[in-house]
């Protein structure tokens, strides 16, 4: 998956319908699972919604609460491009590579909103719609992905945003495809190392020639409670053979 290309995409809008008026657009390439290239261009609110955009009060006064650094991104403050200049520019920087994921913050926001602009010009759409993912879905299933240390720059600022959910992506995509290398086969055994502390010692860390499924304080007494943890976490991992594994050992380590 990871060796794929993937375009993680964020709008700034000021309404939350499928015709919002769009006010910035923020796009990250990521190749190899590496930061490739980045977009970012302001929209002019008047011409997004001379072109149909919608707004909404809520989403006004949400960005009425906002800091004034993420409020330049809707004051006008800063120059911006007319809503279909932005969407060719945009769909060079798609068209750039060859058949991208594109990935939208939530299943039916900066995508859809973006593809209601493209359709307001009868533009076609620079992507394959079988090629649209949601990164709020993958970041479900792969919950230590959102963790990827500090906001970088300004939140709510279409380019720190995609930065921000491409880290996070790619961090997912690595959970993913790791996930997918085991399952496959390749833990075939498990080594028990016994430490007098587990300080230091964390999931998924490389240890002992593989990989830390459990990591707990304690003596060899312990032993049938570590390998209960690493039973559990192989099996939300899918590795139900090295599982049985644990499980057999648990059995030899409470001597039935
Ligand atoms: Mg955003």
């Not at 720059?153 to 495809?177: T, W």
């Not at 399952?183 to 964390?202: L, P």
């Amino acid at each position: 998956m990871i060796n794929q290309t993937h375009i993680v995409i964020d709008l700034e809008t000021m309404g939350v319908g499928s015709h919002a008026a769009i006010v910035a657009i923020g796009a990250v390439r990521i190749e190899r699972g590496q930061h490739a290239a980045e977009f970012y261009r302001r929209v002019d609110l008047a011409s997004s919604i001379a072109h149909g955009g919608t707004t909404d009060a809520s989403t006004i006064s949400w960005w009425l609460k906002q800091s004034t650094e993420a409020r330049a991104e809707v004051d006008g403050s800063q120059q911006p491009g007319g809503l279909y200049d932005v969407l060719l520019a945009l769909s060079d920087f798609i068209h750039a590579c060859d058949e991208p994921r594109l990935w939208g913050n939530g299943a039916t926001f900066d995508l859809r909103i973006l593809g209601e602009a493209y359709d307001a010009f009868h533009d076609p759409r620079p992507w394959d719609f079988r090629l649209e993912r949601d990164l709020r879905t993958i970041l479900e299933l792969y919950p230590e992905a959102k963790d990827v240390g500090d906001f970088d720059g300004v939140r709510h600022h279409a380019l720190a945003d995609a930065c921000h959910e491409a880290k996070q992506l790619v961090r997912a995509m690595k959970a993913h495809d790791r996930r997918h290398t085991i399952a496959a086969g390749s833990a075939a055994r498990i080594t028990v190392v016994i430490e007098d502390h587990a300080e230091g010692v964390h999931l998924g860390q490389q240890l002992a020639g593989g990989r830390v499924v459990a990591a707990m304080q304690g003596d060899l007494s312990e032993l049938s409670d570590a390998l209960e943890e690493a039973e559990d976490v192989l099996l939300s991992w899918g590795c139900e053979a090295t599982a049985a594994m644990a499980r057999a050992a648990i059995t030899k380590a409470r001597g039935q």
